[in-house]
């Protein structure tokens, strides 16, 4: 029992070698130098080389190591499989494998795909998130104002722009409280709900007083820059029962574990399986078509592994950057039905405003799933028509 890692080595004409001196030196150290009874008390440690699958530029390596090795904890786990690899330029990490023992040491989401859904209502389309955009350096009123619009859209979630902190402007608590009252206020008229991710920042010691005051103060779900403070810390906040709220995973930084060429892990382990293991009910990340794009690949791993049976809830799958209503039809072929469509600029760059801009996008979604093509569905929403005008259309491949 325990743990395989899958990684990429630079090719190496003796890399068997080279992976079993690696396998001994990430558990027991030099194997041959240890005396005979010491051998027999460590081999329940000993690493060991399952697999070198040669390539053109990397050779694919697979290491078993063994649970007894481990704390039940990511911090321990990273140190061992990828601690003293990670200083070996080209080594990267691209798949963990655990045992069913160790899996249930991790909580999963809370919420996920069901359970979000079932707070909205919402069970047979995609949802649509909305961030709020020009705030910073505005005051409550441009925040009440903006929601307000996006509400009118027909918006399901909307989150804090994940460089929004506390400031006297817009602090924390007054934007859960303001939000509270516009999102309560726009159900009780249209009976359509929506969800508010806050985004929970500040000192790492102050993040659990800070999100259980949230809670109580109304707050519906949590915005978290996960690979600022690390996923041992989305685990903790997730399974901590006095909060007990959706956790949007933001991935901004998670291009220097995982997006630079040749290093680091792979992004559909880092922003697919491990944020799915720790707690994040929706991972957000780049989308392969916009202006911040990581590699369609990549995307569609990321997607494959919040979804894949292991145990956990499905955890939504958030595709960001450069999206607009003509990418509809392309994001619902790469995501399906774990797919939150989220838009900044692609709502506000709508050339009558944020109100249509999320309307044009609801028009797309409705069309897209009932197999209606986007010019057809324009011919009877103008807000859609003027998106298309604006932006195109992405055929769907």
């Known amino acids: 029992m325990g743990i395989t890692a899958t990684y990429l080595f630079p090719t190496h004409p003796d890399q068997e070698k080279i992976a079993e001196q690696h396998a001994l030196g990430l558990t027991i150290g030099s194997w041959t130098d240890i005396p005979h009874l010491e051998q027999e008390q460590l081999k329940h440690h000993k690493g060991e080389v399952l697999s070198v699958v040669p390539g053109e530029k990397k050779d694919t390596v697979t290491i078993f190591y063994p649970s007894a ?39 999963g989401p809370r919420f996920g795909v069901t359970g979000i859904r079932e707070q909205l209502g919402v069970y047979d389309r995609p949802l649509l998130k909305a961030i709020f955009k020009g705030v910073m350096g505005r005051d409550l009123s441009f925040f009440s104002a903006q929601l307000t619009e996006l509400l009118a859209g027909g918006i399901d979630l909307i989150k804090d722009d ?25 159900y009780e008229q249209t009976g359509a709900r929506a969800l508010y991710a806050v985004n929970l920042s500040g000192r790492s010691h102050d993040l659990h007083e800070k999100a259980e005051r949230a809670t109580e103060l109304g707050a519906s779900a949590l915005l978290f820059n996960v690979h600022a403070y690390g996923l041992d810390t989305l685990q903790s906040l997730r399974e901590n029962d006095n909060i ?19 290093s680091g892990f792979s ?13 994040g009910d929706l991972s957000l990340f780049p989308s392969p078509y916009g ?37 509809v039809p392309q994001l619902l072929a790469d995501f399906g039905d774990n797919l939150v469509i989220n838009a900044g600029g692609g709502i506000f760059g709508h050339p009558d405003g944020p109100t249509p801009g999320a309307q044009a996008f609801r028009a797309a979604i409705d069309a897209s799933v009932n197999k209606i093509s986007l010019p057809e569905a324009a011919k009877i929403s103008i807000p859609l028509q003027h998106a298309l005008d604006q932006w195109g259309i992405v055929q769907a491949t």
Do not use: C
Request: net charge negative; aromatic share 10%.
């Open 244 to 262: 007990g709220l959706p956790i949007l995973a933001h991935s901004a930084l998670s291009g220097v574990l995982a997006g630079q060429a040749g």
């Open 162 to 186: 994940e460089i929004l902190f506390e400031n006297e402007l817009t602090p924390f608590y007054k934007r859960v409280t303001t939000a509270k009252e516009i999102i309560d206020q726009h």
């Open 291 to 327: 202006n911040v794009a990581i590699s369609r690949e990549d995307a569609l791993g990321i997607n494959a592994m919040l979804v894949e049976e292991n145990g956990f809830e499905r955890t939504f799958a958030v595709p960001s950057a450069g999206i607009h209503p003509g990418m």
């Open 267 to 279: 992004y559909p382990l880092l922003v697919g399986k491990l944020t799915r293991m720790v707690g």
């Open 69 to 107: 090795n481990v704390s039940a904890d990511l911090p321990a786990i990273f140190t061992t499989v990828y601690g003293k690899l990670s200083f070996f330029e080209g080594y990267e990490l691209i798949d963990l494998q655990f045992d069913d023992q160790l899996l249930a040491q991790f909580p």
